[in-house]
């Protein structure tokens, strides 16, 4: 059973489009995530949802835009591609509060997004 | 920037020997925690250090914590070919809602 899991895997476009990536969590985690993660590897929050709220939007372009139908749910949408969007788009959720396993991140396996 | 430094950033040894990553922050934090990721996987969390705590062990991993230098620092202890991988330290800031904010990551190759 996967825990966090995350579709397409892979997803080539054209500049201009607008694609979505979903991600769906079974673990019954209160907060999701999405991170992006350049060519060097560098890991960077981009927004956080905890009980379908917003609670962290850092600063990203307008284009991209979050979307969590439920607890077990986040989804991420982008308009507009450009090729500097070109990255790994990881989803990740945790159980937040004070305790063993509370604020331990899962991970899904990652989106690698290619913009040509 | 709040992102947090780690050193080496690569890591060449052989099965066996012992593999020590070091990692640097600037802010006051919550918790420490260390993750591995698998060349092309997703991220798995080996182990979470608290403010509070200043050395903690799981398996052949030990993870030390020195709050006053911002610094931690990894073990891992007679090393096999299977834990080639990258390696991130990620801390969790006082009062920022829980986000991690990763380091740049240290990528360790073990040659059998």
């Known amino acids: 059973d996967t825990a966090v899991s995350q579709t397409p895997k892979y997803l080539v476009t054209q500049m201009g489009n607008d694609k979505s990536i979903k991600c769906e969590q079974n673990l019954g985690h209160d907060t999701m995530y999405w991170y992006k993660q350049d060519s060097k590897k560098f890991l960077k929050i981009m927004f956080s949802y905890n009980n379908k709220e917003l609670i962290i939007n850092e600063t990203v372009p307008n284009r991209f835009s979050p979307k969590s139908p439920d607890k077990a749910h986040l989804n991420l949408h982008i308009n507009s591609l450009e090729l500097g969007d070109s990255a790994v788009y990881f989803c990740?959720?945790?159980?937040?509060?004070?305790?063993?396993?509370?604020?331990?991140?899962?991970f899904g396996a990652g989106t690698r997004l290619s913009v040509l | 920037s709040q992102q947090g430094e780690e050193d080496p950033q690569a890591l060449s040894i052989q099965e066996g020997e012992n593999a020590t990553m070091n990692c640097s922050y600037k802010t006051s934090i919550n918790n420490l925690q260390w993750y591995r990721q698998n060349s092309g996987r997703g991220l798995v969390h080996l182990i979470l250090?608290?403010?509070?705590?200043r050395e903690k062990h799981s398996g052949r991993l030990r993870v030390t914590l020195d709050t006053s230098k911002k610094s931690s620092s990894l073990l891992i202890t007679a090393s096999r070919a299977a834990d080639t991988a990258s390696y991130f330290c990620a801390t969790v800031p006082v009062d920022q809602g829980g986000k991690l904010i990763f380091g740049q990551g240290t990528e360790l190759s073990v040659k059998p």
């Open positions: 250090i608290r403010s509070n705590e």
């Open positions: 990740a959720s945790s159980l937040q509060g004070r305790g063993v396993g509370k604020n331990i991140q899962y």
